[in-house]
C-alpha cells in the first residue's frame, strides 16, 4: 500500500511561484512513476507533469512547459513541484498520483496510476 500526501497550495498573485511537496510512504518506489494532475471548477482531471522514479525522466503537458518542474528527493520519497510564472488558469486542486508496476513512461491518464493523494488547493489571483 502506498500512501501519498500534498503540501505546498495557497493563494499567490499572477506570475508569482509556489512548490508542492508530495509526501510518499508505504513502500519503495524503484520502479515508480509519481505524476501530478489538477481539476479546476467545472472541467475534468488534467495531466501536468510525471516523473520516473529511478533515473529522473520528466515529462510535462504542453501549457506548464518551462513554467513548472517536477523533482523528486530520494532520500525523503518526496516528489516537487516547482510552478513559477503562475497565470489564473492553473488555479486547480493539485493532486499526486504513483504507479508502481508499468514500465511505461510517460504516464499520462488518471486511471494508469493506482495512488492518489487528497490534493491541495492552489488559486491563482489575477
Known amino acids: 500500500q502506498v500512501q501519498l500526501v500534498e503540501s505546498g497550495g495557497g493563494l499567490v498573485q499572477a506570475g508569482g511561484s509556489l512548490r508542492l511537496s508530495c509526501a510518499a510512504s508505504?513502500?519503495?518506489?524503484?520502479?515508480?512513476?509519481l505524476g501530478w494532475f489538477r481539476r479546476a471548477p467545472g472541467k475534468v482531471r488534467e495531466f501536468v507533469a510525471a516523473?520516473?522514479?529511478?533515473?529522473?525522466?520528466?515529462y510535462y503537458v504542453d501549457s506548464v512547459k518551462g513554467r513548472f518542474t517536477i523533482s523528486r528527493d530520494n532520500a525523503k520519497n518526496t516528489v516537487y513541484l516547482q510552478m513559477n510564472s503562475l497565470k489564473p488558469e492553473d488555479t486547480a486542486v493539485y493532486y499526486c498520483?504513483?504507479?508502481?508496476?508499468?514500465?511505461?513512461?510517460?504516464?499520462?491518464?488518471?486511471?494508469?496510476?493506482?495512488?492518489w493523494g487528497q490534493g491541495t488547493q492552489v488559486t491563482v489571483s489575477s
Open positions: 498520483a504513483a504507479e508502481s508496476r508499468s514500465t511505461k513512461f510517460p504516464l499520462t491518464s488518471w486511471n494508469e496510476y493506482d495512488y
Open positions: 508505504g513502500r519503495t518506489f524503484s520502479s515508480s512513476v
Open positions: 516523473i520516473r522514479w529511478s533515473g529522473g525522466s520528466t
